[in-house]
C-alpha cells in the first residue's frame, strides 16, 4: 500500500526557511512525477511545485524563485526548501503521487493528476 508522510512544518517568522520532507513507501518512486501542494484555510488546494521522474521541476508563480523542490530516490523522499517565507505561505503543505508512470505534461501541476496524498503538514509563517 502506497503511504505519503510529510514532516518539518512549524511556525517560522516571515523571511524564515523551512525544509519539508516527504517519505514514500509502498513502492519505488523513482519513475513517477511527484508534486507539493498546500492549503489555506477557506482556500481551495493549490499547486505548490512539481517534480518530473527525469528531475524537471516546475513551481507556481508565487513561490517560483523561493522554493526548491528536489527528490532522493535511494530514499525515496521528495523535499521542498522553503526560503523567504511570507505570511501567505501559511497552509497545510501536502505531498502526492499518481498511480500511474507517463510522459511529464502540464497536467502533473493538477491535483486530479494524482492518486495518493500524505496527512499534511503546517506551515505557519508569521509577521
Known amino acids: 500500500q502506497v503511504q505519503l508522510v510529510e514532516s518539518g512544518g512549524g511556525l517560522v517568522q516571515a523571511g524564515g526557511s523551512l525544509r519539508l520532507s516527504c517519505a514514500a513507501s509502498?513502492?519505488?518512486?523513482?519513475?513517477?512525477?511527484m508534486g507539493w501542494f498546500r492549503q489555506a484555510p477557506g482556500k481551495v488546494r493549490e499547486f505548490v511545485a512539481t517534480?518530473?521522474?527525469?528531475?524537471?521541476?516546475y513551481y507556481a508563480t508565487s513561490v517560483k524563485g523561493r522554493f526548491t523542490i528536489s527528490r532522493d530516490n535511494a530514499k525515496n523522499t521528495i523535499y521542498l526548501q522553503m526560503n523567504s517565507l511570507k505570511p501567505e505561505d501559511t497552509a497545510v503543505y501536502y505531498c502526492?503521487?499518481?498511480?500511474?508512470?507517463?510522459?511529464?505534461?502540464?497536467?502533473?501541476?493538477?491535483?486530479?493528476?494524482?492518486?495518493?496524498w500524505g496527512q499534511g503538514t503546517q506551515v505557519t509563517v508569521s509577521s
Open positions: 502526492a503521487a499518481p498511480s500511474r508512470t507517463g510522459l511529464g505534461t502540464i497536467a502533473t501541476m493538477r491535483a486530479d493528476y494524482y492518486t495518493y
Open positions: 509502498g513502492r519505488p518512486f523513482s519513475s513517477y512525477h
Open positions: 517534480i518530473w521522474s527525469g528531475g524537471s521541476t
